[in-house]
C-alpha cells in the first residue's frame, strides 16, 4: 500500500512541508525510523532522535521541528498517526463463519455475518449482534446480549444478563458480570449477599485483557459509552462511569461509587466505595479517591486532593526533613564539644 505526501496530508487535514509527491509506504518509530515511512514527533523527548531518523516524513505540530525534513505539519501529531495507522494497517473484515467446535444453545439469537471461533460456548437467550466476532473460548452466559460489530477475544467470560451496546472491544481473559464482593458478618459468620443485579456497557467501549467488571447487587454496574479501560482494571459492584472516560492499569474502583464524564484515573488509582468523582477529573498515578471530589481538577496524593495543594504539601515535608537534619547536626555537635 503507497500513498503520496499529499494524499496523507488530506486524510489528516495537515499542511505538507517538502516534496508532496514523496511516496510513503508504512509508519515507523522515530528512535527506529525506516526509509520510505512516517513517523510523529508526538512527544518533545523524542526531539533527540528527529535529526538522524531514517524515516522518509514526519508529522510535527510546528514547522520548525522538521529540520529539514518532509513532513506534515498537524494539530496533533498523534492523531494523525493514529488515522494514518488505521489506513496502511485496516482491520481484517471478520468471515462470518461460525467454526466447527462451537456450542450454541437453540434458544440464543446470533445475528447476520457473525465470527464465532472454536471452543466458544453461546448459552439460552443470549443474543449476538450483526457483524460480530466471538473469540475462541470465549464464554456468553444466558440472556447476555451483544450489540453490533462487537470484539470478544481468547477466553473472555461474560456471564448472564450482560448487556454491551454497539462497537464494543473486550480483551482476552476479561470477565464482566462475575458477582460483587458483598457479605455480611454475623456472629465471626460472613455470610454471602446474592448478587442479582446486571453490567451495562455503553457504545464504543473498550476494555482491555484481564480485566473484572462485576455485577450490580442490585440494579446495573454500568459503563458509559466511549470509555478505554486498560489491563488489569477492576470496577466493583454497582459502580457508574460517566461516558467518555479513560482508566489506566491496575486501577481499582470500589463498589457504588460513581465517576463522572470524561474523567482519566491514572495506573494504580484507587476509589473508595460510595463517593463521587467529578466530571473531567484527571487522578494521578496511585493516588487515592477517600472522599467525593467536585472535579475539573487534577488530584494527587492519598487522600487525593487537588495537585496544588498536594504539592504545597509535599515541599513543606521536604523543608521539614531538611529542617529535621540540621536540627540533628547540631545537637550531635553539641555533643561532641
Keep these: 500500500m503507497e500513498f503520496s505526501l499529499s494524499e496523507i496530508a488530506t486524510l489528516v487535514s495537515g499542511d505538507v512541508s517538502g516534496d508532496p509527491d514523496l511516496k510513503i509506504t508504512g509508519v515507523s518509530e522515530i528512535q527506529n525510523g525506516e526509509p520510505g515511512t512516517i513517523t510523529f514527533l508526538g512527544n518533545p523527548l523524542y526531539g533527540k532522535y528527529l535529526e538522524n531518523t531514517a524515516a522518509s516524513a514526519v508529522f510535527v505540530s510546528e ?36 467454526n466447527a467446535g462451537v456450542f450454541i444453545h437453540h434458544n440464543a439469537n446470533v445475528g447476520i455475518n457473525v465470527t464465532i471461533e472454536p471452543g466458544a460456548v453461546i448459552e439460552t437467550g443470549a443474543q449476538i449482534g450483526d457483524r460480530s466476532w466471538i473469540g475462541p473460548n470465549v464464554f456468553i452466559g444466558e440472556n447476555t446480549s451483544i450489540g453490533l460489530e462487537c470484539k470478544i477475544f481468547a ?47 455503553g457504545d464504543n467501549v473498550e476494555i482491555g485483557a484481564n480485566s473484572a467488571i462485576d455485577r450490580a447487587t442490585i440494579g446495573n454496574t454500568i459503563i458509559g459509552d466511549m470509555c478505554k479501560l486498560d489491563n488489569l482494571v477492576h ?20 463498589g457504588s461509587a460513581e465517576i463522572g464524564e470524561f474523567c482519566t484515573l491514572a495506573g494504580q488509582a484507587g476509589v473508595v466505595h460510595h463517593v463521587k468523582l467529578g466530571d473531567r477529573s484527571i487522578v494521578a498515578a496511585k493516588s487515592g479517591v ?10 494527587s496524593g492519598y487522600p487525593a486532593r487537588p495537585i496544588r495543594e498536594q504539592h504545597k504539601r509535599n515541599a513543606i515535608f521536604s523543608e521539614v526533613s531538611k529542617l529535621r537534619r540540621k536540627l540533628d547536626r547540631l545537637i550531635q555537635s553539641q555533643f561532641k564539644e
Design 63 to 98: 514547522k520548525n521541528h522538521l529540520k529539514g525534513h518532509n513532513g506534515i505539519i498537524v494539530k496533533s501529531p498523534q492523531l494523525a498517526i493514529a488515522k494514518t495507522l488505521s489506513v496502511y494497517y485496516p482491520d481484517r473484515e471478520p468471515p462470518g463463519i461460525i
Design 155 to 201: 477466553n473472555a467470560t461474560l456471564y448472564h444478563n450482560v448487556v454491551l451496546g454497539d462497537h464494543v472491544i473486550i480483551h482476552a481473559g476479561t470477565v464482566i458480570g462475575s458477582d460483587g464482593y458483598g457479605y455480611v458478618s454475623d456472629s465471626d459468620q460472613h455470610v454471602k449477599i446474592p448478587q442479582i443485579g446486571s453490567v451495562l456497557i
Design 235 to 254: 470496577i466493583a459492584h454497582n459502580v457508574k462511569i460517566g461516558r467518555g472516560c479513560l482508566i489506566t492499569a491496575q486501577v481499582g474502583i470500589a
Design 290 to 299: 477517600t472522599k467525593s471530589l467536585p472535579g475539573n481538577e487534577v488530584y
